[in-house]
């Protein structure tokens, strides 16, 4: 088995598209539209789908806002800097939430961006990515 997309609703797929990639630097990998479901689905992510997990965009049609609910979390980035990286983000337009700096009672840089929908994203400084080191 091996992890293939995560999947979030959007209000406006052509604005959610333009935030994942000329925001955050994904590429489009494909679209599809579904006339008889009336739905319409893009894919990004900064690989290919052969080559790891990317993000599933859907559009169903007529339907401009989500309640996110209390379920929901964030989506995680490895970047260089949290810094850099939020201010690349707020000159293009987006939305920083937290600024880049440790996570509380920790060492772990992380910033949190939020995309068109609402939906979170952190940020966390590569040096400690996928180390599972929030808390030191």
Request: aromatic share 10%.
């Amino acid at each position: 088995m091996r992890f293939l997309h995560t999947m979030i609703r959007v209000g406006n797929l052509d604005r959610a598209v333009d935030f994942y990639t000329r925001v955050l630097g994904m590429r489009l990998l494909r679209v599809s539209e579904n006339t008889e479901y009336k739905y319409s689905l893009a894919f990004v992510g900064y690989t290919d789908e052969s080559e790891g997990a990317v993000l599933e965009l859907t559009y169903n049609w007529g339907v401009d806002h989500y309640d996110l609910g209390e379920g929901y979390g964030h989506i995680a980035l490895e970047v260089d800097s949290a810094a850099e990286t939020c201010e690349r983000i707020r000159q293009a337009g987006g939305k920083v939430t937290r600024e880049a700096g440790p996570v509380k009672g920790g060492k772990t840089v992380i910033a949190f961006v939020e995309d068109p929908d609402g939906y979170k994203i952190e940020l966390i400084e590569k040096k400690y990515a996928g180390l599972g080191l929030n808390n030191d």
